[in-house]
Nanobody, 118 residues
Framework: VQLVESGGGLVEAGGSLTLSCAVS????????MHWVRQSPGKGLEWVAT????????FYTDSVKGRFTVSRDNAKNTLYLQMHRLKPEDTAVYYC????????????WGKGTLVTVSS
């Protein structure tokens, strides 16, 4: 199983970035997926979840209305569109495969760093 995030970088506050997560080694189209982040010096924070068909999405309150999680099951790729970024969004962003609908991350990527400057 492999999950490889990309798309991180340095952006000014108010800007946008789109993260991607390319997966292999499991049937992407039948699995829920998560985005989780870790800010410097802080613990892991769940960001978003998308169900296997892409029709159901869920977000932590701090990103609602600014972030959009989506997936392309034909390309085995998960996305996170981030708009109106804030300095507090600075973090390493990880994608993760859900464990059978238990909202537990079974497999993790290595993460991609997003830095939002004020």
């Amino acid at each position: 199983v492999q999950l490889v995030e990309s798309g991180g970088g340095l952006v000014e506050a108010g800007g946008s970035l789109t993260l991607s997560c390319a997966v292999s080694g499991f049937t992407f189209s039948t699995n829920w997926m998560h985005w989780v982040r870790q800010s410097p010096g802080k613990g892991l924070e769940w960001v978003a979840t998308i169900h296997s068909d892409g029709d159901s999405t869920f977000y932590t309150d701090s990103v609602k209305g600014r972030f959009t999680v989506s997936r392309d099951n034909a390309k085995n790729t998960l996305y996170l569109q981030m708009h109106r970024l804030k300095p507090e969004d600075t973090a390493v962003y990880y994608c993760g495969k859900d464990l059978f609908g238990y909202y537990v991350v079974e497999y993790w990527g290595k993460g991609t760093l997003v830095t939002v400057s004020s």
